[in-house]
Each structure stands twice: as structure tokens, then as C-alpha cells.
Nanobody, 124 residues
């Protein structure tokens, strides 16, 4: 099973920006649709955004539309999530995972092993 590794989180003030990255143990994220998930304290993990293998198919949950953008860096074999205009309600541990296409990722039918995630904390 592919192991996912997240990086790039941190502490930022409300209105600020962060960019987090997802890498795969087999180094081949380009073959998969990739989703970013997040889990806030006391809450269930939720889907945030998904990017298809081709880069054409995209999904963003309503609360992040216009603020978050997913992209692929094929030279680094990573999939990044650029987060702008961050708000305290974005505070969570962010995870990435993969599937063959966008819809399975949205349903949580993922193929990879969950990593440790990366903590994003937004102060008010």
C-alpha cells in the first residue's frame, strides 16, 4: 500500500497563507487522483479538495472555494495545497490520500495508508 507523507504545516495568523505538500512512498503521485482531508479536534475527518490525475478534474468543499488551490509539481512528485485567507476554522491536521479518480476520493474510498498529517493552526 502506498504511504503518504504530508509536510509544510505551521502556525499562521488569520488572513495569512500556507502551502502544504503531499508525497508518496512510491514517488508516483502522478498516477492517482489526490485528495486533501482535514480533521479538527473532536470532529470527523472531512474532505477538503481533490485533484484528478490529469489535473482537469477538481473538487473543493464550499467553505474553501476561492481560497484553496491544489496543484501538482511533477518535478518534485508532490501535490500541493495553497491555502490563502486562512481562518481559525481551518485549524486542523491535514492529510492527503489517493484513489483512481475524483469521486472515490470524495467518498473516502482511498487506496493509500494514512500518514501522520501536518498541523495547520490559524490564530485569530
Amino acid at each position: 500500500q502506498v504511504q503518504l507523507v504530508e509536510s509544510g504545516g505551521g502556525l499562521v495568523q488569520a488572513g495569512g497563507s500556507l502551502r502544504i505538500s503531499c508525497a508518496a512512498s512510491n514517488g508516483v503521485l502522478s498516477l492517482y487522483a489526490v485528495g486533501w482531508f482535514r480533521q479538527a479536534p473532536g470532529k470527523e475527518r472531512e474532505i477538503v479538495a481533490v485533484l484528478s490525475a490529469s489535473g482537469i478534474g477538481r473538487y473543493y468543499r464550499d467553505s474553501v472555494k476561492g481560497r484553496f488551490t491544489m496543484s501538482r509539481d511533477n518535478t518534485k512528485n508532490t501535490v500541493d495545497l495553497q491555502m490563502n485567507s486562512l481562518a481559525p476554522e481551518d485549524t486542523a491536521v491535514y492529510f492527503c490520500n489517493i484513489a483512481d479518480s475524483v469521486d472515490p476520493v470524495r467518498r473516502g474510498q482511498i487506496l493509500g495508508s494514512w500518514g501522520q498529517g501536518t498541523q495547520v493552526t490559524v490564530s485569530s
